[in-house]
């Protein structure tokens, strides 16, 4: 049975998970590339001895996680040089993501020259959002000019979990209608609608929409315009103030949750009031997407925080009950997989779902290679 690859390159990371059929074979995670510390040199030195330690005997593809893909790529496609170029392009939308997935395609490519490249965009899931989504109120000329349009992201996440939750549903993706909610340091909402997404908190960047570990979320634009005049904030700082210092972090200093959640277990109040603001995101896009999907099935939790931290399940629900909208405590707190938290016969059933956004990488690799006419099977 052949095999694909999964790489997923970060600026000092690479996570591969190597597939034979639908089953993960190998995986791992090499960290601090190209630091003074002892790591591989760089991404060309760290990719090779993955594949040094790999069985890749009948190796169809190999599936590239690409964080921007812009308006010109909207669905899963053969890598060339016109494509590189193309990922190229769209560097200054995603500064810090398309570079390294750039290299970790770079090195693939030269690695594995007879074996087909895929390259998987985290913004294709959103193709579908209605341009009433898509569209900021600003001038119109000016954002076609610069590409200023919502893009969404975790696109790859949404999609696994929008499919997952529909089979434990006993139902078919496209008569469901659910909102997924994908909390890690990177947060994001994305309202689904027979198994399109129609609306994500994530924007033109990863910067918009949910409180997260580090980044700050939706705020008013005019605190950036005031920060320049008033403060003489550079563009630089006002990016490490939003990016890096916002979110969690700039709340109470800590941006894990499992932090935040110790502390606010012992009483601290900068802890409490992070939680509280980032509970709070979550129930205002969740009661916003209601009201745009109409009809609410399900609502899926998922990602580090969404699968572990019950107290934000049941705090960012809370209040919701005349939605059809319950977290139940039991269910809630119990550990488990893939499992509903809302009592039984809920009008909305609300879910846990592990994402795994590398088996649907490696999924739609899988589904583009045989429709290319290569040799990979259908899962």
């Not at 590409?147 to 006993?170: C, D, K, M, P, Q």
Request: hydrophobic share 40%; charged share 20%.
């Amino acid at each position: 049975m052949s095999r694909i690859l999964v790489v997923n390159t970060g600026s000092s990371s690479l996570k591969y998970r190597l597939y034979q059929g639908a089953d993960a074979v190998a995986g791992g995670t090499v960290e601090r590339i190209g630091e003074p510390d002892g790591g591989p040199a760089d991404h060309a030195a760290a990719l090779a001895d993955v594949l040094a330690g790999l069985d890749l005997a009948g190796l169809a593809a190999v599936g590239h996680r690409v964080v921007h893909g812009g308006v010109r790529f909207t669905e899963p496609v053969l890598i060339d040089d016109e494509v590189v170029a193309g990922i190229a392009a769209l560097v200054p939308l995603a500064p810090l993501h398309n570079p390294p997935n750039l290299a970790g395609i770079e090195v693939a490519r030269r690695l594995l020259p007879g074996v087909p490249q895929v390259a998987v965009f985290d913004t294709a899931f959103h193709r579908t959002l209605p341009p009433e989504a898509a569209s900021y109120a600003i001038d119109r000329q000016v954002a076609q000019e610069y590409g200023i349009r919502r893009y969404g992201f975790h696109g790859t996440s949404h999609e696994y979990v929008t499919r997952r939750t529909a089979e434990l549903l006993g139902r078919d993706p496209a008569e469901v209608n659910l909102i997924s909610l994908h909390l890690g340091n990177g947060a994001s909402a994305c309202a689904v609608a027979g198994g399109r997404s129609v609306a994500t908190s994530m924007g033109m960047s990863p910067l918009e929409g949910l409180v997260m570990g580090t980044r700050s979320g939706d705020l008013d634009p005019a605190i950036i315009l005031d920060l320049q005049r008033t403060g003489n904030f550079s563009v630089d700082d006002i990016d490490r103030l939003l990016n890096q210092r916002g979110g969690l972090r700039g709340l109470c200093g800590a941006n894990d949750m499992r932090e935040v959640l110790r502390r606010r277990a012992a009483g601290d109040p900068a802890a409490t009031l992070a939680f509280d603001v980032y509970c709070r995101r979550i129930r205002s896009y969740v009661g916003a997407y209601y009201a745009i999907l109409g009809r609410l099935d399900a609502i899926t939790f998922t990602a580090g925080v969404g699968e572990h931290a019950a107290p934000v399940r049941a705090a960012a629900l809370s209040g919701l009950a005349r939605l059809g909208i319950v977290v139940d405590p039991g269910r809630n707190e119990a550990a488990g997989g893939d499992r509903p938290i809302s009592p039984p016969g809920g009008e909305v059933t609300v879910w846990v779902v592990g994402t795994d956004e590398e088996a649907e990488i490696a999924r739609q690799t899988r589904l583009l290679i045989r429709r290319s006419g290569g040799s990979a099977q259908p899962d």
